[in-house]
């Protein structure tokens, strides 16, 4: 029997809209809702049933309808009511098949629900409490998840969804949300020459001279590929026209496509080769570092440095895919594993809950937390393509971080290692100074440097000044109220600035 796509979510989610646009979508597939079918069987609506029998009585029954449910479906579309997989037969009745989280904010999900005759949703703080409890289990059981809004992107994402059931064991699509576009992503181990290529076209490869007798060759069906030199180094116009040079002389075309393969140094530098390549052409990213991993694969900022100033020319170019394959972390050195974790810890810190809790634990970074820090990301860059707003969140760390890369020369940090300690400081910053020590802990036990020699703190503040968020006087600068709690657009005084790159030097 072929797995069903199953619709799961919080109320008023749209999962019984969503499955039956689904439905037509594949051509009039069979669809089911469990909850009508409940209602069928009770001969009421379940508010009447609630009231009549208790929550129990429509527990039971819900049970029942969704098992069997489960059970015999063959391929098509099935929506489960909001609650229904709190039964663990259930939840093991899912197993075989693919669960499409249908994601709503709390704001959105009570205005939908509340006065709608929906038993649960009676009571604003009682609504809000089963949110919080029912999150993490649908994001445990999720095999896709589709942001608030997706209907308008269904038909883009079904064939997706349906190909998640060929993907390698555990293969996670999150379905990515910007303003100027929407793409998949997938998670999951062997993903990378494991699953059919995400979009058509020739497909011309950018990667390092490390990155390609490693993975090169994983990479199905290649029309080119260009090397580039290792390390952020390489991050310069330079290099980038000589990767438009070399796509010339393979012969690419604006019907064709490039894919980055390996690290943020690829992923920038490829994203932005592709952002200009005869005007545009698409990008798939494909990150090989845990730093783009986690970070900078999603969101479309893409770009180089400059020697006077970091990733100071760029643009945006949203990939039409990421192909996100962890077992790739395997052959990364322990120091560069070591630099994404500095990401980790500042995705952490703005998302706060469950993925703050599970990093500040000390747990080791897994795939769940690969997963979780690129969710992270994609819903602040959903909310603000481009960085007029809540995006500068994600800048935590970063403004004496890239400070640091500059009066350095882009040479003795690697920009992970160099984020570590601009978190630090943006601690400080925030008057934090038992996070500050507590962050100080984590980085130090990945084994990243809290501290650093024979710089000047005044030239590093001096080249904060040069950050590209700089509008007028000020630079603007994300402060940190407490984990999930993080704010942008903040002022900083000078002596203050100085005093918190001061603390680390040593
Ligand atoms: N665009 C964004 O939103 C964004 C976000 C964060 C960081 N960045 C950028 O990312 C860059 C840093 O990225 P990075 O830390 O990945 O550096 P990187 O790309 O230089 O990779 C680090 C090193 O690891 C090697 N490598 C890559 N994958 C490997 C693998 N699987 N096995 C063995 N070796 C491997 C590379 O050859 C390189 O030597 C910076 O330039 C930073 O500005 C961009």
Redesign the pocket.
Known sequence: MRPALVFVGFMGAGKTTLAKEAALLLGGAPAADSDRLVEEEAGCSIEELFDRDGEAAFRALEERTACELLERADGGIVSLGGGAVLSSATRSALARHTVVLCEIGIELAWSRAAGKGRPLARDREAFTALYEERRSLYERLADAFLPEGARDALAAALPQLVALADAPEGTKLVWAQSASGDYPVLVGRGVLGGVGWPIEGRRFCIT????AP??GGLVPGLAGLVEIP???QA?TLATTEAVWRALVAQGATRADHLIAL???????LA?FAAATFQRGIPVVQVP?????QV??A??G???V?LPEA??YVGAYHQPSAVLVDPT??S???AE?FA??YA?VLKTALIAGGPLWEKVAAGRDVDDATILACARTKLAVVAADERDGGRRQL?NLGHTVGHAIETVTGYTRL???EAVGLGLLAALALSGQSQLREEVAALLGRAGLPTKIAAIDPAEVAAATMKDKKRTGEHVPFVLVDGPGDVHHGRTVGAPELLAAITELVG
Do not use: C, I, Q
């Open positions: 390092d001279e490390t990155v490693l993975y290792p390390g952020e991050k390996g690290g943020g140094v690829v992923g920038d994203g090989t570092t845990l730093v783009a970070d900078s999603y969101g900022k893409t770009g440095d970091k990733n790739t972390l052959t990364l050195p560069e630099a994404g990401e994600l690697r920009h992970g």
